[in-house]
């Protein structure tokens, strides 16, 4: 139904259409080796591919244009790149949006307009579309996927702090995100999972064929499933077809990782402890006008335990519902060393004679305002001061200040 109000093909119009074994093989002979033009392209591949492994083809070679992504980088000034948007922009008439023939016209025309804009910007061929037409701010107009970081020992606790101030003060945009690129440099002692349905793997499985899901599984230390309750939304917004189809993709998800040779680890998302505590979420989400939850049902995210996670898990058969959920789960553990967030002993400034000098300054002082031999009670609170800054190592702090 959604499909049928968002392009206007009914049914009827597909009794006599030819099937798609058809289509696909005149399809990849009329384009050969040419360059692929298109709008939110990821999305259309993904498409492509999925049936060139149906026939046996495998995945595409061609190259690639994203009218998308490359409004995003020679209209930066632009809040908005969707195809109609652009449409208006551009000065080029778009009927029937999302019916494949009037959107492959717009995105045709709209492209050839955009090389004009590439040929002013020393853009000549499609070879130099990358290099010459990269941006610094390329992060900001990117969409981010999801990842889990899990530190592995002391070093992985310092790189995630450096990843964590990057992306709350270099890279943020609207919310805290890096580029990969600086996951890479900063990865040594982390290990990185795949997480929920925002994810880059599981978008994958929905969008792209199964070799490269497992191309893109590699780059990770474990892959994650979570409970069928919290993908109910993509069910009823209709992303996904049925629960037999979520079930499909963990299977998918779980052969890429067998593939690989990477573990499938069983994860709640859990966004708060107990399940009546899902309110309190609720009421915060609401809170906010532009969050996109609002748009959703937001399902139980409630921290599982061990018993009910293997409830979810059910359909995978006990065996492997005990790998996910217990075996690959502790063995991902056992891989994780002992790691101190926070020092017992603070590590003050070092400043040699600091506490000498800290106290002859304030025995100096106090002579000054009660005389050479000073009273009891003066030497009494000296030295209980003086205890505790000397003591806790903050006479060079004082010292610096004095200084």
């Known amino acids: 139904e959604t499909i049928i109000n968002l392009t206007h093909i009914t049914d009827d119009m597909l009794v006599d259409a030819p099937e798609i074994e058809e289509v696909l093989t005149e399809f990849k002979e009329w384009v050969g080796d040419a360059i692929f033009v298109a709008h939110n392209a990821s999305f259309d591949m993904g498409f492509i591919d999925t049936g060139y492994e149906r026939l046996g083809f495998g995945p595409s070679t061609n190259g690639v244009i994203d009218t998308l992504e490359l409004s995003r980088t020679i209209n930066a000034e632009y809040g908005k790149h969707g195809l109609n948007f652009l449409a208006k922009k551009y000065g080029v008439e778009l009927t029937q949006h999302h019916r494949a023939i009037y959107d492959t ?103 792209k064929d199964q070799s490269q899901v497992e191309k893109i599984a590699k780059y990770y230390d474990f892959i994650e499933i979570q409970p069928p309750a919290l993908y109910q939304d993509l069910i009823d917004r209709e992303l996904i077809r049925d629960t037999e189809t979520l079930h499909e993709i963990y299977q998918r998800l779980i052969h890429a990782g067998d593939t690989a040779g990477i573990p499938v680890i069983a994860t709640g998302n859990a966004h708060y402890l107990f399940e009546h505590d899902g309110i309190a979420r609720k009421i915060l989400i609401a809170s906010q006008p532009g969050n996109p939850l609002n748009r959703s049902t937001l399902p139980e995210a409630h921290f599982r335990t061990t018993d009910e996670m ?73 030295e209980k001061e003086l205890k505790s800054i000397i003591g806790n190592g903050f006479a060079v702090i004082y010292l610096i200040s004095q200084r």
């Open 105 to 207: 016209e717009a995105t045709a025309y709209i492209f050839i307009k955009m090389v004009q804009q590439m040929k002013e910007l020393g853009v000549l061929n499609h070879n130099e579309i990358n290099k010459k037409l990269s941006n610094e701010d390329a992060y900001k107009r990117a969409r981010p996927s999801h990842v889990t970081l899990i530190v592995q020992n002391q070093q992985g606790l310092k790189n995630l702090f450096k990843i964590v101030s990057a992306s709350l003060v270099k890279y943020f945009y609207r919310t805290p995100r890096i580029p990969r690129s600086l996951l890479d440099e900063y990865r040594e002692g982390l290990l990185v999972g795949t997480a929920c349905d925002e994810g880059e793997l599981f978008t994958a499985v929905m969008q």
């Open 310 to 382: 293997l409830n979810e898990f059910h359909f995978l058969g006990e065996e492997k519902a005990h790998e996910i959920v217990v075996k690959n789960t502790n063995e991902l553990a056992d891989r994780i060393e002992r790691v101190v967030p926070i020092k017992d002993e603070l590590y003050t400034p070092r400043m040699e004679g600091a506490n000498e000098e800290i106290r002859e300054l304030s025995y100096t002082n106090a002579r000054k305002l009660y005389g050479e031999d000073l009273p009891q009670i003066v030497i009494d609170r000296l």
